[in-house]
C-alpha cells in the first residue's frame, strides 16, 4: 500500500484498520493539525513513532510518581463520589498506581528496556526467522483502556541472531506503554532494526481495541492490523514466505 505524497487528511481517517509503512507515518504529523482532539481520539490518529513524553519524564524518582498517582487516583474516585472509607476500595488508589508504574506503563523507563545479547550464527546467515503468536497487553493512549493482541516478528538474519524470547520481551516493553497501535508496530521494528543492525525486519500486529469493542461504536468483532515491512521484507516472494510461516 503507498500512500506516499498523495496522503490527505481524508487519508489518514483511511489508515485505521489498514496497513501503514515507515514513510506514512512520518507524513502524519502536520496533517493532523486539522483535527479536533477528539477526532484524533476517536479515530486513533498518532502524531509520530516516538512515544511523547517531557524532558523532565524522569526527575522524579518512581516512588514519588507512585505517591502522587495515588493521591490524583484518589481525587478521580472521590469526584466520582465513591466511598473511599469501603473497605473494598481504600486500597484501589495505591493499587493502581503500582500497577501503572512497575507493570502496564513500566515500558515508559529506558531503564526497563531489555538487555539484549547477540549471538553470531553463520549457519542462519541470510535464513528468516520468524517468532509468531506474541500475545501483549497494551493500552490505548487515547482512552488508556486495554489493546489486547498478537504480534508476529521477523528478521533475515545478517549472521547475528537474537534469543527467541528477547524478541518477546521487546514486544512487552513496547506494549507496556500508553499506545497506538501504528506506533507499537513501528516502535518493536525500529527496535529490532537497530540491534540486528538489518533493515530485514518484519512486524505485524493483529489486536482488539477495548475501546472499540467496549464502548464508542461497540464493534465486538473488528481487529486492526497493522504492519512493517523493512528490507527485503518489501519483496513479495518473502512477504509470501512470511505468510506461509505464520499461517502454519
Ligand atoms: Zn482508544
Redesign the pocket.
Known amino acids: 500500500m503507498n500512500w506516499g505524497s498523495s496522503l490527505d487528511p481524508t487519508g489518514i481517517k483511511k489508515m485505521k484498520n489498514q496497513e501503514l509503512v515507515l514513510e506514512d507515518y512520518l507524513n502524519t504529523k502536520d496533517l493532523l493539525t486539522s483535527y479536533s482532539h477528539d477526532e484524533i481520539?476517536?479515530d486513533?490518529l498518532y502524531t509520530g513513532v516516538k512515544t511523547p513524553m517531557r524532558a523532565d519524564a524522569f526527575d522524579i524518582s518512581d516512588e514519588e510518581k507512585k505517591e502522587s498517582i495515588a493521591k490524583l487516583f484518589e481525587q478521580i474516585m472521590e469526584v466520582m463520589g465513591l466511598d473511599l472509607k469501603d473497605d473494598s476500595l481504600k486500597g484501589t488508589p495505591t493499587r493502581v498506581a503500582k500497577m501503572y508504574i512497575e507493570e502496564i506503563f513500566s515500558g515508559l523507563n529506558p531503564a526497563n528496556k531489555p538487555k539484549v545479547a547477540l549471538f553470531e550464527n553463520k549457519y542462519q546467515y541470510n535464513q528468516m526467522l520468524v517468532e509468531k503468536d506474541i500475545t501483549f497487553y497494551s493500552n490505548?493512549?487515547?482512552?488508556?483502556?486495554p489493546?489486547i493482541g498478537k504480534a508476529h516478528v521477523a528478521y533475515i538474519s545478517s549472521g547475528k541472531v537474537i534469543g527467541l524470547s528477547k524478541l518477546n520481551r521487546i514486544v512487552q516493553y513496547y506494549a507496556k506503554r500508553p499506545q497506538v497501535q501504528e506506533r507499537l508496530t513501528n516502535q518493536i521494528a525500529l527496535e529490532l532494526q537497530s540491534i540486528l543492525d538489518t533493515e530485514d525486519v518484519a512486524v505485524i500486529i493483529d489486536a482488539k481495541?477495548?475501546?472499540?469493542s467496549s464502548r464508542?461504536i461497540k464493534d465486538d468483532t473488528s481487529a486492526t492490523v497493522t504492519s512493517f515491512y523493512g528490507g527485503k521484507f518489501q519483496i513479495p516472494e518473502k512477504v509470501q514466505e512470511l505468510y506461509n510461516y505464520i499461517n502454519n
Open positions: 481520539g476517536d486513533h490505548c493512549e487515547h482512552h488508556f483502556v489493546i481495541h477495548l475501546c472499540v464508542g
